[in-house]
Antibody
Framework: QITLKQSGPTLVKPTQTLTVTCTFTGFSLTTPGVGVGWIRQPPGKALEWLALIYGDGNKRYRLSLESRLTITKDTSKNQVDLTMTDMGPVDTATYYC?????????WGQGTLVTVSS | DIVMTQSPDSLAVSLGERATINCKSSQTVFHTFNNKDNLAWYQQKAGQPPRLLIYWATIRESGVPDRFSGSGSGTDFTLTISSLQAEDVAVYFCQQSYSIPLTFGQGTKLEI
């Protein structure tokens, strides 16, 4: 059974860096065609894809946020991390990790991150 | 970017009746790499994460009731709920994973 679970801070201060972790089970992120990514949803707003990483290590980012985002994977721990720098109030959102290619596109339950001083 | 357009934006259907939601992509999402339409449907209830219903346009996810079905190919897709149940009240959205950036439909609010 495939599962994904996000973890990380629920509150960050403006200008701080956010790191959220996706821990998954039921598949391996070593297969070239398999990808895991991050999507966010501000309260009451639309979904926005942020980044993804493939089993072969290739990475892709949302162009408008590319300078602030870093995605990494640790295959030994079955984890994918997303780092976002210079957080601001507009980044308040629920952050989801999800399978993005190669397997059924299952999502985690999300983690709500609030940016406030 | 591929634009995903759903119709209608909202829909009211009686219990036991059929509900149909459409999703149109601005370009094909059929990938010759995997020979599949890279289109998924999700259900999102208030305060909950999206639940995968259908992937590769027509494949029902394990555990999803068989009243949910997906159809279509290329650029035009449909999610059908054959007999609406009370627990189906939710927002439904489509998503393409054919190309980066991954993009989503704006959502269809389904009510009874």
């Amino acid at each position: 059974q495939i599962t994904l679970k996000q973890s990380g801070p629920t509150l960050v201060k403006p200008t701080q860096t956010l790191t959220v972790t996706c821990t998954f089970t039921g598949f391996s992120l070593t297969t070239p065609g398999v990808g895991v990514g991050w999507i966010r949803q501000p309260p009451g707003k639309a979904l926005e894809w942020l980044a993804l990483i493939y089993g072969d290590g290739n990475k892709r980012y949302r162009l408008s946020l590319e300078s602030r985002l870093t995605i990494t994977k640790d295959t030994s721990k079955n984890q994918v991390d997303l780092t976002m720098t210079d957080m601001g109030p507009v980044d308040t959102a629920t952050y989801y990790c999800a399978i993005t290619s190669g397997l059924p596109p299952i999502w985690g339950q999300g983690t709500l991150v609030t940016v406030s001083s | 970017d591929i634009v995903m357009t759903q119709s209608p934006d909202s829909l009211a259907v009686s219990l036991g009746e059929r509900a149909t939601i459409n999703c149109k992509s601005s370009q094909t999402v059929f990938h010759t790499f995997n020979n599949k339409d890279n289109l998924a449907w999700y259900q999102q209830k208030a305060g909950q994460p999206p639940r995968l219903l259908i992937y590769w346009a027509t494949i029902r996810e394990s555990g999803v009731p068989d009243r949910f079905s997906g159809s279509g190919s290329g650029t035009d897709f449909t999610l059908t709920i054959s007999s609406l149940q009370a627990e189906d009240v939710a927002v439904y959205f489509c998503q393409q994973s054919y190309s980066i950036p991954l993009t989503f439909g704006q959502g269809t609010k389904l009510e009874i």
